[in-house]
Structures are given as C-alpha cells and as structure tokens.
C-alpha cells in the first residue's frame, strides 16, 4: 500500500504539472487480475530533465533508456519516458530510443498483457494494444507481429513461457509458431546474463516446473544448454512429477543442475562459468557437489561440515539432498556415529588439550598445535572417546 500511495502522489505530482503520467506494464495486468504488486513503474510524456527538475530526490539509473528513479515517501519508483525503439540490429537492443506518446510506448512492450496503462487518479485504463481482451482470453500474445518482436529481442521468447507458465495461460499460435521458428537464433544476440535473470524470476515462481517444460518444448532448452548434457523433454517430464522442493533462497543455478544428466564437478564449474554466475554460487555448487558425493567424505571432513548445521548454508545443502533418500540415510548414520566428535567441536572441548600435552613435557608452540589437531584427528578416525585412549595412540 506504501507504494501504491507513493507511486500515485509522484502521478498526481507529474499530471500538476501538465504531463501525462501512468502506472505501466506489469503492474497494470497484475491489478486487473486482482493481484496488487508492489513494484510499481511509471510511464510520462515528461522528459528525464523535467521529472529531474520536478522531483527532490531522483537517481538518474536509465538515462539511456530514459528511466529515472524517482524517491517519494522513501519508496524508489521506476518513472520512463514514453519511448519508441527502433533500429534493432543484434537482436537485444535498439539503436535508437526516441521520446513518444503512450500508444507508441504500448506497442514497444513485449506482450499484449503487459502493455497497458492506469491511472491512479482517474482509474481508468489504457489499453492499445488488445490486453485486455487477451487478459480475459487468457492467452500470451506479442504485441505486432511476433516474428518481428522476436527478431527485436529474442529474450521474449524466454520471458513468453515464463509468463504463460506463470499466469497458466497458453501461448497463442502465431506467437508460439514464431517462438519454434526463432529458438535457435537465441544465441548470441541475447546475453546470457540476461537469460540467467530470467531463471532467477522463475525459481522464485511457484510455476517454475511449468516453465522449465515449456522452455523445452519450445527447443529453448537446447538452445541455452547447447554442447551439455540436456536431459529429454520426457525424461524432465518425468523428474517434474515430484516437485523439488528446494528451500527459499536456493540459487537458480541448482535447479538447472536438475535439467542435465549426471555430470562431474569439473563440468558443473564450467555450467555455472557459462551462465556467469557469481562467485557465491560457484562456491555454493562445489560444496553441494561435495556433500552428494559424500560417501567418500572423510569422517574427518564430515566432522567439521556437521559442525555447524544450523548455519543456512548448511541448511540449504541438506534440504536440496535430502530429496534423495540414500543421501538421507548415510547422512543420518553417519551424524548419529559422530555425534560426540561434533558436540566436542561445538563447544570447543577437546578430548585432549594443551594442557594435558604440557604436563606430559611438551612445549607451547606450534609443535603442540600440531599434535592438538592429530589428537583431534585421530579421535575421530578411530572413534575414541577416552582420553587415555587417545594419548597412547598418539604419544
Ligand atoms: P515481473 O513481475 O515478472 O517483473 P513485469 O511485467 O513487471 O513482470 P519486467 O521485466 O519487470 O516485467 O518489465 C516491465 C515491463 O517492461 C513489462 O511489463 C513490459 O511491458 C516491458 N518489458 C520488459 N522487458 C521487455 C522486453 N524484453 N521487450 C519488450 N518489453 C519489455
Ligand atoms: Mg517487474
């Protein structure tokens, strides 16, 4: 509500001052489907310089593409200058963006769904390019003829089966012909930094399966999984019958491990290099590798990853593997035979401390470290839990 009160004074500001000033896009479809979203962007026939010069507080994000972010009430809105694109040459961005009216504006967006207008004062709605009538069809249509659009921005092909997974609209047919026929020219008009983001969106949709299908049977999968090992449509199919229910905040990432076969880590570094993941992920990945193929875990190595369980990534880790149940049961046996070992390191009380080497003639040092760690080492290994035990062994 904070952003629709703040969203609508920066309009009723804006509209003062004798401009044209609208909510946009995806918040408009979201309100007529009677879902209030809290990201709200603004479309104006004011230039960037005036909503600079009408507002306090602004930071100029977009100027390229015309969009400034305006603070009102502290929440941040996107406020976009009408604009008409023209001149796509590499299938990702205009060459040109030049100021225009609303209607032009629409026609520039991707869907018909989302290309429509409100305003907040009058609410009325703006619609020039048919939304509505697909909104009530239920239907993801390109705004003009999808061929072109697609050929514009090949993203769109990404972004139509996201949206038709999300609402559980189908694709319409001369948008989904153009879809096949433009799939494999995804690449390399279209960054895949951008088609990583998309993902991002996705996982944080329930309806992430759906799109997943959808993306393949529209041969996008291919396409983005080129020269890897991309499982079948059936077998995803299949895999997709039983949801993974991967926590919250797990990275896209693991879920596109799930749409490949088997692979070992060296691969699954060079997967996460090809969708220029950040380093955070990388490492996320190595150790979720790590913990599958636990069974060749040192008992050592398991000790010090039971150590802090609690930690989130640790969390994460065990509530993607639990899915597979024999990585459950190992696991389980596994906490229960180490379960002193762990306690121990918990609450930093070791079977053997420097001062139980002191007494018996060692010298502080790092000599004494050394032996701390191989006692501790040796505990562990051989499952010992007595200290005397462990000083015969170990002197
Ligand atoms: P979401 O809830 O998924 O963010 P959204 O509709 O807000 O949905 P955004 O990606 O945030 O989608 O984009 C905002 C609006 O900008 C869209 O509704 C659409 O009108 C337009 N848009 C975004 N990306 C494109 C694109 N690649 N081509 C054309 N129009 C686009
Ligand atoms: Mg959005």
């Known amino acids: 509500m904070k952003c629709y009160i703040a969203a609508k004074k920066i309009v009723q500001i804006l509209q003062e001052a004798g401009f044209i000033a609208y909510f946009a896009g995806g918040w408009v ?3 007529l489907l009677g879902k209030d979203a809290d990201d709200i962007d603004i479309a104006t026939n004011a230039t960037p310089q005036q909503v600079m010069e009408l507002f306090p507080k ?3 994000v977009g100027i390229h593409f015309s969009i400034i972010i305006v603070v009102q009430d502290e929440v941040h809105c996107e406020v976009a200058t009408f604009r008409e694109e023209s001149g796509y040459h590499d299938g990702r961005r205009p060459a040109k963006v030049s100021h225009t009216t609303a209607e032009e504006d629409a026609k ?5 769904i989302n290309g429509m207008f409100f305003d907040p004062i009058t609410e009325e709605v703006y619609d020039f390019v048919g939304g509505k009538k ?13 061929h072109l659009r697609f050929k514009e ?4 092909m990404i972004r139509a089966c996201r949206y038709s997974a999300r609402f559980s609209f189908p694709i319409e047919e001369e948008t989904a012909i153009a ?10 008009a279209v960054a895949i930094e951008r088609v990583y983001d998309e993902f991002k969106k996705m996982t944080r949709d329930p309806h992430l399966f759906e799109a997943l299908l959808l993306l393949h049977k529209y041969t996008l999968l291919t396409q983005i999984f080129k020269g890897m090992p991309l499982i079948s449509y059936e077998e ?3 895999k997709l019958k039983k949801p993974l229910l991967f926590p919250e905040k797990t990275y896209p990432i693991v879920y596109l491990f799930e749409l490949l076969h088997e692979v070992s880590l060296e691969k699954k570094i060079e997967i996460c290099k090809h969708f220029k993941v950040s380093n955070k992920e990388i490492e996320f990945a190595k150790e979720l590798h790590k913990w599958k193929s636990s069974p060749s875990l040192d008992d050592i190595e398991l000790v010090e990853l039971y150590t802090f369980p609690e930690s989130e990534k640790c969390q994460q880790i065990i509530s993607i593997h639990q899915q597979d149940s024999s990585f459950d049961r190992f696991h389980k046996a596994k906490r229960e035979a180490l379960k002193d070992h762990v306690a121990r390191r ?10 139980d080497l002191i007494e018996r003639g060692y010298a502080p040092g790092k000599e004494l470290g050394k032996l701390l760690k191989q006692a501790e080492n040796l505990a562990i290994k051989l499952n010992l839990s007595s200290k005397e035990e462990v000083l015969t062994k170990l002197l």
């Open 29 to 31: 479809r979201d309100h």
């Open 58 to 60: 602004t930071i100029p």
């Open 108 to 112: 520039r967006r991707d869907f018909t």
């Open 134 to 146: 697909d909104l009530q069809r239920k239907v993801i249509c390109a705004i003009g003829d999808p």
């Open 153 to 156: 921005d090949r993203l769109r």
């Open 179 to 188: 879809i096949l026929a433009h799939a494999t020219e995804l690449f390399p």
């Open 236 to 238: 995803l199919e299949e």
């Open 346 to 355: 918990k609450a930093n009380t070791p079977l053997i401390t420097a001062s």
